[in-house]
């Protein structure tokens, strides 16, 4: 078949490897770009919610005139964190990494797939719409300021594929800071480097940012093959990871209105090192660039608040994999446009949600190049039955156009707090769905467009005890999906089926306490959960899964930190437990992979003097060279060092009224 023809900013942005073909309209549209990136007309400014947002884990790390001794923002992080790590050492959510750094990390929440669980990125899906994931590797926390985690009905209102959860990034503005130049590095094990640059100005009424990360890990870290007889010492061959991030970020206010404008645009590629049961080295390699952009325009009215924006998400992507002749080249496009409205009425507060997406993917692998079309409508009510007595309720529907359906949306909920407002109770239910993939309906070799959606339901239960230092959050969930997608054989072909039903249940704990002795600040955070996912009912005969254990699923996650902070030091200590995951449907204990636990250090300080300020961080990863595994096809690397060094530098202060 031939290959997939490039617009022109994907040979712009292209990784090392891609293959594009220039059109004859290469030039304008680079101008036009460049345009773009150099004369910045529009921005935008973040407006509260009216209802309640659950923030999980704020990032402002390269902002490093904060102070990062404040205990409620210890999620200062290094500039080689990607997304799937700050999850990773912050929550009890799991994430499945086939090798070291930069290698594939697909999210679990709740015992869900990667499929099964939303990102969002300014409030626009960006999950694949060939595969249905959002690979979380070599997505950097320098490209967007905020992360929040939303679980189970509270993601409702973000639309089809929330079944798990959702993953909500966000580009915020700064004002009144006038130009500052950050400059960042970081170093360490397995020739693992990256460096970023990022140069702003903002004053009272615009802001403008530019950021720069690039990244390189080659990642030749020796280990015990497991899977070979003998168990001999390899080195990791064949497994380096590039990967390039351009961001820019302009912002707009005056009086009522607000502009937002926000460009991302990413490269990266990856070689994929041979499976550990192979004898013979891998040349399996992936190469894909991206560009995302979003305009918002925001409008402040009497009593409500008006939000119009228009995104557009465009993908390239290659496989090789020259031992088997095996290649796949496509392009996605995706365009989005939102309307919210957000007003109070009395004692109610209403957000009105209208959003349609027009998806399309030119593949090697489809004939033709599919088209889908969607829209997601929903009206969010929450009421004040008394000051400290909240219910809610959500209802709407989405439709699209492949599989042609219309699937109603539906959430109620409540949020009670004491008089003292030292404890607080929360619950809701919903129903939940997820489309399939275009690999799903449109694959040339199985593709089944007469798949149905995803459905099921989704209930939860939640306290929170909070008083002076101490916390405790516990939380219980119940969920399940009929019509589940899986790939089985058909005759001479593999093909997905609607073909199982799948219950998933558990809780999840959480123990917050800090403590001030002099001059130290002391802060203890652990969290566990327990997972219980399974099949419930299949269409394939005697299917073994019935009754049993999702696949790398672990029933016990548990996540723990200690730290202390003395003047402009911090130190933190954490441990983590994975619990047994089993890799067949049937159970067996002889391929589960074994519990393990992981222990990670880390140390930094930041100083400023007048306008300039620089943080420096070491990191021992793996403490003990624990010996692990996440994925049974790929080996994990064992203790690693990092150390990261960022210097910001205030130029110009802009004065009062400007």
Known sequence: MGEVRRPAFYCFISAPGVRCERSKHV???????????????????????????????????????????????????????????????????????????????????????????????????????????????????????????????????????????????????????????????????????????????????????????????KNDYDFINNEILGKPRETQKHAQFWNSNLVQEVYYRNGKNKLKWVTWLQGRKKNTPKILSANRPSKNSTADSSIRQIISYTRVLKNSILDASYGYAGNGFNYWDHNNSIFTDYYIS???????????????????????ERQSVKNNRYEGTPKRTQSFNTIFANYSVKPLFKIYTVFGGQTSTSPASIIPITSVGYKFTNKKQYITLKGSTSNHFLYPSFNDLFWDAGGNDSLKPEEGWNAEQSIKFHKNKFSVYAEVYYSNINNWIQWSPSGSMWTPQNIKGVLSYGGELNLNYSLTLKKVDLKVKTGVAYTRTTVTESLIKNDPAIGNQATYVPFINTNSSLIFAWKDFVFRYQMLYRGKQYTSVDNKERTALAAYFMNNVSVWRKTKVKSFSFLVKGEIQNVFDTIYSVDRSYAMPGRAFYLTLILNFNLHTPKKGD
């Open 334 to 356: 995706e365009h989005f446009a939102l309307l919210k409205y957000r007003f109070g009425f009395r004692k109610i507060n209403f957000r009105i949600k209208s959003r349609i």
């Open 27 to 217: 030039r304008e549209l680079l101008i036009i770009l460049g345009a773009i990136l150099i004369y910045p007309l529009s921005n935008y400014a973040q407006l509260r919610e009216i209802t309640d947002s659950i923030p999980l884990v704020e990032m402002d790390y390269l902002d490093i005139a904060k102070s990062p001794t404040r205990l409620d923002s210890l999620t200062l992080l290094s500039p080689n964190k990607s997304i799937g790590d700050v999850l990773l050492e912050n929550t009890n959510v799991q994430i499945k990494q086939s090798g070291g750094r930069g290698a594939i990390q697909s999210l679990k929440i709740r015992g869900f797939s990667s499929t099964q669980n939303q990102v969002n990125w300014n409030g626009l899906p960006i999950n694949s719409l060939t595969l249905g994931m959002f690979d979380l590797a070599g997505s950097s926390i320098g490209v967007f300021d905020e992360l929040q985690l939303i679980n189970g009905s509270s993601g409702v209102e973000y639309g089809g594929g929330a079944i798990g959860g959702v993953i909500d990034l966000k580009n915020n503005a700064s004002w009144n800071e006038g130009v500052n130049l950050s400059v960042g590095g970081s170093v360490g094990s397995f020739n693992s480097n990256m460096d970023s640059y990022k140069l702003s100005y903002s004053s009272n009424k615009f802001s403008y940012g530019l950021m720069f990360m690039n990244e390189f890990v």
